[in-house]
């Protein structure tokens, strides 16, 4: 049984389309996350939410949107994309907040590629 | 602006030595360090994680040793195994926003 699931696991899509990524997670977790990996392989945080709150919101482009509908799911809907979106996104979750002995529990990632 | 660095991209190692991989951070508030493994197509997943109130921290046969005032910690893997073989994450967390910050991630080789 999956932990942190995502989907699409692959997604290729042209400039200007708009998509999202389902995050779901059975953890029972309070705090859920956004990641991406780039090109260069840095894992950068975008977006945190607990108990669907947002808590973080790294500098992200507008077009960038996460929606928590409830704690156990976490989507990112992408506008109007662009060809340097192309990356790895990983969402993560966590049990607390920021505790220590709280890691994040991390999804299988989702391979976008704008063409 | 990185605040943790892995300086060495990949690392190799025969099967039965000790692997040694080593992370360097820049940022004071810095109080929580975690290591992750990545195989490939996978999530990261977590390994084993020190708090700035330790100077070691040990778990079967990874070991994670932290030197504050260096601002460096390195993970040893003994005996390393070939299903050890994987790109390995150093992160770090702390101040007032809790979120993680990675490091560029070290591919580790361990070779039969």
């Known amino acids: 049984d999956t932990a942190v699931s995502q989907t699409p696991k692959y997604l290729v899509t042209q400039m200007g389309n708009d998509k999202s990524i389902k995050c779901e997670q059975n953890?029972?977790?309070?705090?859920m996350y956004w990641y991406k990996q780039d090109s260069k392989k840095f894992l950068k945080i975008m977006f945190s939410?607990?108990?669907?709150?947002?808590?973080i919101n790294e500098t992200v482009p507008n077009r960038f949107s996460p929606k928590s509908p409830d704690k156990a799911h976490l989507n990112l809907h992408i506008n109007s994309l662009e060809l340097g979106d192309s990356a790895v996104y990983f969402c993560?979750?966590?049990?607390?907040?920021?505790?220590?002995?709280?890691?994040?529990?991390f999804g299988n990632g989702t391979r976008l590629t704008v063409t | 602006d990185q605040q943790v660095k892995q300086n060495s991209p990949s690392l190799s190692v025969q099967e039965g030595r000790i692997s040694i991989l080593n992370c360097d951070y820049t940022?004071?508030?810095?109080?929580?360090f975690l290591w992750y493994k990545k195989y490939p197509a996978e999530g990261p997943t977590f390994l084993i994680s020190?708090?700035?109130?330790?100077d070691k921290n040990e778990d079967g046969r990874f070991t994670v040793f932290l030197n504050k005032s260096a601002k460096h910690l390195s993970l040893h893997i003994v005996p390393s195994q070939p299903g050890d073989s994987a790109v390995y994450f150093c992160?770090?967390?702390?101040?007032?926003?809790?979120?993680?910050?990675f490091g560029k991630g070290t591919l580790l080789t361990v070779n039969p």
């Open positions: 993560a979750s966590s049990q607390k907040n920021g505790a220590y002995n709280s890691p994040l529990h």
């Open positions: 953890l029972g977790h309070d705090t």
């Open positions: 939410y607990n108990n669907k709150e947002l808590i």
């Open positions: 940022n004071s508030m810095f109080d929580y």
């Open positions: 020190i708090s700035s109130i330790k």
């Open positions: 992160a770090a967390s702390g101040g007032s926003n809790y979120k993680l910050t």
